[in-house]
């Protein structure tokens, strides 16, 4: 005897349950994070994964869109392999209105492993989404013992320069690119020993994004010699609205954006 197959109004057994829709959003909050080394580790899924389970679990009211079995934690600009951080950011969405103390216990109580909760704001729920708001990055890189002052000289050149072509393995290819307009800032914070720099790098949307270790590179170009990279932390993402604020109060950045090469 044939067995039926099952109609499209009788899904088979081992077909996966549609989600149940989610109440609407109501109210969004905005994280400020902090996480080790081993945290950022992770592939990009591997966190994002983490995080939903951890919000799925925190007992808050979390929304899920629409086709989705989870909760949806929104990050910035991923982190680099191994590099720390102190103010990452990241929205999530519920579906009631939840007062600060709540929602800082609720993840509290789960966050993934390597990370802590620093602070939360409540945004207004219509806000641009935040990945599309990240400008640039600040980053605070360990150079152990090296030569401050010629440190900080090559840190006024770069800034002087025009231009600053490098080179970025891609795909089993190598891209050609200028570092300049990523490049917002540098300078020594610390003469050590160990040295300290502060870069801060852009995230340019038809150009690419700044790292960390293509700018010691470049100092490294200038000093002619090689440096010796320690720990790597990103201090803070600056939203456009940040760097808006200090071109009011300090004047324009060093570095504007002038090269259609990407760097990545």
């Known amino acids: 005897m044939s067995i039926p197959e099952p109609s499209a109004s009788e899904p088979s057994a081992d077909a996966a349950p549609t989600p149940e829709p989610s109440a609407a959003a109501r109210q969004r909050w905005r994280l400020v994070l902090a996480c080790g080394p081993d945290a950022s580790g992770r592939s990009g899924r591997d966190q994002t994964d983490s995080w939903e389970a951890a919000l799925e679990s925190s007992g808050l009211p979390a929304f899920r ?40 216990e609720g993840l509290a109580a789960c966050l993934p492993d390597g990370w802590r909760l620093v602070d939360l704001y409540d945004m207004w729920l219509g806000a641009p989404a935040l990945a599309g708001q990240v400008a640039a990055a600040d980053y605070r890189i360990d150079l152990g ?92 993402l600056l939203l456009a609205e940040d760097l808006e604020r200090e071109r009011q109060e300090r004047g324009p950045v060093p570095g504007l954006p002038h090269s259609p090469e990407r760097a990545d």
């Open 65 to 104: 869109p629409a086709g989705r079995a989870h909760a949806r934690v929104a990050f910035g600009p991923p982190l680099p392999l191994g590099i720390a951080a102190e103010a990452e950011l990241a929205d999530i969405l519920l579906t009631e209105l939840e007062p600060a103390w709540r929602v800082r």
């Open 145 to 236: 013992v090296a030569d401050a002052d010629a440190i900080g000289a090559a840190a006024a050149a770069l800034l002087k320069a025009e231009r600053l072509p490098r080179e970025r393995p891609k795909g089993g290819t190598i891209v050609r690119y200028d570092l300049r307009p990523l490049l917002a800032d540098i300078r020594v914070v610390d003469d050590g020993p160990p040295v300290v720099v502060v870069a801060r790098t852009r995230f340019l949307p038809d150009l690419g994004t700044g790292r960390p270790a293509e700018v010691v590179a470049a100092l490294e170009d200038v000093i002619g010699a090689p440096l010796v990279i320690g720990p790597i932390v990103r201090e803070r």
